[in-house]
């Protein structure tokens, strides 16, 4: 499954919305459930989902669909 | 300058975007007074050297660390920082990190409502204050809940601080010294940890704001408190519950885990202030373990 579609699960399952779509250019002004906290918990279940950890300094370009995609791939390369 | 600080901030975090744009509608003064703090602060800033996009990025990367700090809590349950020696290697002795740190905090206090709320919780007490009192700052930080206490003493008072970081001494003066030079024969700064503190004064006001959770020993800082306050002294603190940062080292689980140490401590509790950083039920707040800001007005136990 491309990272994109397990992504999708993902916020599917996190945010509760069983219809969501994502695109790379998707962020949180697209998504009301999306906020700070979902945030985080969108973070740790990543992290689980893809078996990373994201150090101090590698959380900082999360701010849409594609650049979540980008900090995975930098990281299970 | 508030619309561009704002601007590079929405742009890197859609979600502090959908989350202070509902602040300012629900608080119309929270805005107002963030123009108002720009406008003061701006002098400042001039000072240090530091641009409105400086001070974004300052925020962002606060924000940053404080998810990275979340989010290891959740797994481990615990502060990142084992102890304060750890916290201060990496943090008050980090001049950089430390400049940063503070005036991302300062901003906060206008861009976060239960920092706000702390702040005027702050505010409406020092109101009530006697001018002649005499007081102890511990911990300046950003400068600005000393900045307020300056507001209401009178000419020939001083106040004492005392503050662990050379960083946050330097940045309170010079904010003092921003908006009056004057106001700077006002205070005694001491580069100190509080708990090797002496002196034979007693204070009738003590202010200590966000600080317990920063050391090892907690209980040990109040009781000291307790001996610097005059019998009819005042002292407020501010503190949070489940509020992972870099640099927190002393866990509280919840709001009581607070109220019983400063009890512990010899204080009976005044007035307080509970306030979560999100909107969320209490079974929601503990389950998921959200922060929850604190601040008190305590007397000594009569």
Same mark, same amino acid.
């Given at each position: 499954?491309?990272?994109?579609?397990?992504?999708?699960?993902?916020?599917?399952?996190?945010?509760?919305?069983?219809?969501?779509?994502?695109?790379?250019?998707?962020?949180?002004?697209?998504?009301?459930?999306?906020?700070?906290?979902?945030?985080?918990?969108?973070?740790?279940?990543?992290?689980?989902?893809?078996?990373?950890?994201?150090?101090?300094?590698?959380?900082?370009?999360?701010?849409?669909?594609?650049?979540?995609?980008?900090?995975?791939?930098?990281?299970?390369? | 300058?508030?619309?561009?600080?704002?601007?590079?901030?929405?742009?890197?975090?859609?979600?502090?975007?959908?989350?202070?744009?509902?602040?300012?509608?629900?608080?119309?003064?929270?805005?107002?007074?963030?123009?108002?703090?720009?406008?003061?602060?701006?002098?400042?800033?001039?000072?240090?050297?530091?641009?409105?996009?400086?001070?974004?990025?300052?925020?962002?990367?606060?924000?940053?660390?404080?998810?990275?700090?979340?989010?290891?809590?959740?797994?481990?349950?615990?502060?990142?920082?084992?102890?304060?020696?750890?916290?201060?290697?990496?943090?008050?002795?980090?001049?950089?990190?430390?400049?940063?740190?503070?005036?991302?905090?300062?901003?906060?206090?206008?861009?976060?409502?239960?920092?706000?709320?702390? $702040?005027?919780?702050?505010?409406?007490? /020092?109101?009530?204050? !006697?001018?002649?009192?005499? @007081? #102890?700052?511990?911990?300046? &930080?950003?400068?600005?809940?000393?900045?307020?206490?300056?507001?209401?003493?009178?000419?020939?008072?001083?106040?004492?601080?005392?503050?662990?970081?050379?960083?946050?001494?330097?940045?309170?003066?010079?904010?003092?010294?921003?908006?009056?030079?004057?106001?700077?024969?006002?205070?005694?700064?001491?580069?100190?940890?509080?708990?090797?503190?002496?002196?034979?004064?007693?204070?009738? $006001?003590?202010?200590?704001?966000?600080? /317990?959770?920063?050391? !090892?020993?907690?209980?040990? @800082? #109040?009781?000291?408190?307790? &001996?610097?306050?005059?019998?009819?002294?005042?002292?407020?603190?501010?503190?949070?519950?489940?509020?992972?940062?870099?640099?927190?080292?002393?866990?509280?689980?919840?709001?009581?885990?607070?109220?019983?140490?400063?009890?512990?401590?010899?204080?009976?509790?005044?007035?307080?202030?509970?306030?979560?950083?999100?909107?969320?039920?209490?079974?929601?707040?503990?389950?998921?373990?959200?922060?929850?800001?604190?601040?008190?007005?305590?007397?000594?136990?009569?």
């Amino acid at each position: 499954m491309e990272i994109k579609d397990e992504l999708q699960e993902l916020f599917r399952d996190i945010l509760g919305i069983d219809d969501l779509i994502l695109e790379d250019t998707t962020s949180a002004d697209e998504i009301d459930e999306w906020d700070s906290l979902a945030h985080i918990n969108l973070v740790v279940a990543i992290e689980r989902e893809f078996k990373i950890r994201f150090a101090l300094g590698e959380l900082s370009d999360m701010k849409n669909i594609g650049a979540m995609i980008g900090s995975i791939l930098e990281k299970i390369k | 300058m508030k619309n561009e600080i704002l601007e590079i901030i929405f742009s890197e975090f859609p979600t502090q975007k959908k989350k202070i744009t509902t602040f300012f509608e629900n608080s119309p003064g929270m805005e107002e007074d963030l123009d108002i703090f720009l406008d003061t602060y701006s002098n400042f800033m001039e000072l240090e050297n530091i641009t409105p996009k400086k001070l974004a990025e300052a925020y962002i990367e606060m924000l940053n660390q404080m998810i990275f700090a979340r989010k290891e809590f959740i797994y481990s349950g615990e502060y990142l920082s084992k102890n304060q020696a750890e916290a201060f290697d990496h943090t008050y002795d980090n001049e950089e990190f430390m400049t940063n740190y503070m005036i991302a905090l300062a901003l906060s206090q206008f861009l976060w409502k239960h920092h706000y709320e702390v $702040f005027n919780f702050f505010k409406s007490i /020092i109101s009530r204050l !006697d001018p002649r009192s005499s @007081i #102890l700052e511990v911990g300046s &930080g950003h400068g600005l809940f000393l900045l307020e206490i300056l507001k209401i003493i009178n000419k020939d008072n001083t106040i004492n601080v005392v503050d662990i970081s050379k960083s946050s001494i330097r940045m309170t003066k010079n904010i003092i010294k921003s908006i009056d030079e004057n106001l700077a024969r006002h205070i005694n700064f001491h580069l100190s940890d509080i708990s090797h503190y002496k002196t034979d004064k007693k204070y009738n $006001f003590i202010t200590m704001g966000e600080v /317990i959770e920063h050391v !090892d020993n907690p209980l040990k @800082i #109040l009781k000291g408190l307790h &001996g610097l306050l005059d019998n009819d002294g005042t002292l407020f603190i501010t503190t949070c519950a489940n509020c992972p940062t870099i640099d927190h080292v002393y866990l509280f689980n919840n709001v009581n885990d607070i109220r019983a140490l400063v009890k512990e401590a010899g204080f009976e509790i005044d007035s307080e202030l509970v306030t979560p950083t999100e909107a969320k039920s209490d079974e929601y707040l503990r389950k998921f373990k959200v922060d929850i800001s604190y601040a008190a007005v305590l007397k000594k136990q009569g």
